[in-house]
């Protein structure tokens, strides 16, 4: 197969938030849970930007408790230094639609697994260039060239949710999403 | 319920252990013989303190003196550390690290299978999320020291040594006390001693197809996870972890 050369990366899907300049101040309980978790939605995961929290499945839970709106977000892994940052992420995109008080709670119960990312944030990833979580406990397919001639280099990556793993056809190194 | 003072221990017991570990391996960062192994060790590690802050987390929350994961791993010292003598072990060459971390890995493993049927349902909710990395760790450190065991002549060698130095701090992670018993009979940590058999048989797969034997003697040095007696590396292992809480008390990122 004709070696190609990576794809520089696309750019993050859902987007930056427009602006953080507070919208005007929500009431409390007014926002039904789905506005909030398409607000949620638009928090894309700092590391891998073309994928959101919620397509990522770490956020379990939103509800209003009294006057606090109350975020259960599940950690991928239990050392990932993203979640901090993710948190404040969530509490700021929600401020910036006029939630005034928002709470983030870790739950690590049930415990979070690769089968709640969604489909189409498998494509996503697969589009970014890393390879999405399959139940074979490997990939079967180059991201960049789409050859199945492919082998693990480590079980360990760039991040904790990822292995290293490369292809034989078009010599890239690439990222494995691992499953878990 | 369980005896609050009793739960505290036990979980200084798990919490230390993945603590001391964890800064072990840290201390690779930067220095492992391949880039991917540096990386590989750094994630081990970044797992490991992870899993700590679970454990700590709740030993804090139990103990209810209004202390932190934080105050327990930088402002306790050697004394009250409740971690086993395995995990303090020097780092030594890359080989007897990966040795050390597979004597560890398999035990914690098959100790976590247990935990994560605690009645204690947030051991069970941390033993479920941390047994799903630790499989990846066990995988790993079988795989290095297959290679490195049934390598090179120096790397048998070496390897060989590691595991005559580091056998005699297996026995430790299976000894029971009388903390350990009431625990039992409550169903919040399993009878550790139970799972010595799956482990000899585990290990021992693994270090024949590693070309390694297991030495005769089941001598075990004791004393880390009761708090008796650690050794002298456990002292400047917490210096170095410590030293900014204690030069620099209260400092934040």
Request: one cysteine or more.
């Amino acid at each position: 197969m004709q070696r190609q050369v990576a794809k520089p990366a696309p750019q993050p899907v859902p987007g930056p938030l427009p602006s953080l300049a507070a919208e005007a101040p929500i009431v409390p309980g007014s926002v039904e849970k789905a506005q909030n978790m398409d607000w949620l939605g638009q928090v894309t995961a700092t590391e891998i930007p073309v994928v959101s929290i919620t397509d990522l499945g770490i956020v379990r839970d939103v509800n209003w408790v009294d006057e606090v709106l109350e975020v259960k977000v599940t950690p991928t892994y239990s050392g990932c230094p993203a979640t901090r940052v993710i948190e404040v992420m969530i509490v700021d995109a929600l401020k910036a639609r006029g939630v005034a008080s928002v709470q983030v709670t870790p739950q690590i119960s049930p415990a979070w697994t690769t089968d709640w990312i969604t489909q189409d944030a498998k494509a996503a990833l697969e589009k970014y260039g890393i390879a999405p979580p399959r139940a074979a406990g490997g990939p079967n397919s180059c991201p960049h060239c789409g050859s199945g001639n492919v082998e693990m280099v480590s079980n360990f990556g760039s991040t904790p949710c990822k292995a290293q793993w490369r292809c034989r056809s078009c010599l890239e190194p690439f990222d494995y999403f691992k499953c878990i | 319920m369980a005896d609050q003072t009793d739960l505290f221990e036990a979980l200084c017991r798990l919490g230390d252990t993945t603590l001391v570990l964890g800064h072990r391996v840290g201390e690779w960062c930067g220095h492992g013989p391949a880039l991917e192994e540096d990386i590989a060790l750094a994630n081990v590690s970044l797992d490991l303190i992870g899993q700590t802050q679970l454990w700590l987390s709740y030993a804090a929350e139990v103990e209810g003196k209004g202390r932190t994961a934080d105050d327990l791993a930088m402002l306790r010292d050697a004394w009250d550390f409740r971690n086993l003598l395995l995990v303090e072990r020097p780092n030594e060459d890359f080989g007897h690290t990966m040795m050390r971390q597979f004597l560890f890995d398999h035990f914690y493993k098959l100790q976590l299978a247990q935990l994560q049927d605690s009645s204690d349902h947030k051991i069970a909710a941390i033993s479920a999320k941390a047994l799903k990395e630790v499989s990846y760790h066990a995988d790993r450190s079988a795989s290095v020291v297959v290679s490195l065991g049934d390598g090179t002549e120096e790397s048998h060698h070496r390897m060989q040594s590691a595991l005559d130095a580091l056998w005699p701090y297996v026995g430790e992670m299976f000894s029971v006390d009388d903390l350990d018993e009431r625990m039992v009979a409550q169903g919040i940590i399993p009878n550790v001693a139970d799972l010595r058999a799956a482990y000899d048989r585990d290990i021992s797969a693994i270090l024949s197809r590693a070309t390694l034997s297991i030495p005769e003697s089941s001598f075990a040095h004791t004393g880390g996870k009761i708090g008796f007696r650690h050794s002298e590396h456990l002292g400047h292992l917490l210096a170095q972890m410590q030293w900014l809480q204690r030069a620099y008390p209260g400092a934040q990122w």
